[in-house]
């Protein structure tokens, strides 16, 4: 019984997971977030800072950056 919760629970975090980064991938909301966070970001248009996300997509048709060589990918993620 241990077991199956413990799967129940993990299968859980990892839906969350994938639900908090499709709504933070979105690119009005990514942009939003970018604008008002990433000093880089602040001269440029909202506007241009979304058709910038949208460029890239994943798999499952979700929105993001692209990764630099130096970030660290979290496993199973």
Do not use: W
Not at 56 to 68: A, I, M, T, V
């Amino acid at each position: 019984m241990d077991q199956v919760l413990e799967i129940t629970s993990n299968d859980h975090i990892i839906m969350l997971d994938k639900l908090c980064k499709r709504i933070l991938g979105h690119p009005e909301t990514l942009g939003r977030i970018t604008k008002g966070f990433v000093k880089e970001a602040k001269d440029v248009s909202l506007e241009e800072i979304i058709e910038i996300i949208k460029v890239k997509k994943d798999q499952e048709g979700n929105y993001y950056f692209q990764q630099l060589n130096n970030v660290i990918d979290i496993p199973h993620h």
